[in-house]
């Protein structure tokens, strides 16, 4: 499952990833914008989990419901 894109799918995420860099690939669900606080789901074929980004108001912008993406650091 590991690869140059992904180390993790999102429905098998668990606390042991708690403050651990992880990738993940998929496709944006949702995107929700509550007051400066970015809320984006990304959904693969195990799951989905939520990315959240603090006082980045221009991201809200980057990102469209149903397109790919793949998220990492």
Same mark, same amino acid.
């Given at each position: 499952?590991?690869?140059?894109? #992904?180390?993790? !799918?999102?429905g098998?995420?668990?606390e042991?990833?708690? %403050? !651990?860099? &992880?990738? &993940?690939a *998929?496709f &944006?669900?949702?995107? #929700?914008?509550? *007051? *400066?606080v970015?809320?984006? %789901? &990304?959904? %693969?074929?195990t *799951? /989905? /989990? =939520?990315?959240?980004? @603090?006082?980045?108001?221009?991201?809200?912008s980057? @990102? =469209?419901?149903g397109k790919k993406? #793949? @998220?990492y650091?």
């Open positions: 499952m590991q690869s140059k894109y #992904r180390t993790h !799918k999102c098998k995420l668990t042991q990833e708690i %403050d !651990k860099t &992880v990738k &993940v *998929g &944006v669900e949702n995107i #929700r914008d509550h *007051g *400066g970015i809320f984006v %789901d &990304v959904r %693969d074929e *799951g /989905m /989990m =939520q990315i959240t980004w @603090f006082n980045q108001p221009y991201l809200k980057k @990102f =469209q419901a993406y #793949r @998220f650091e």
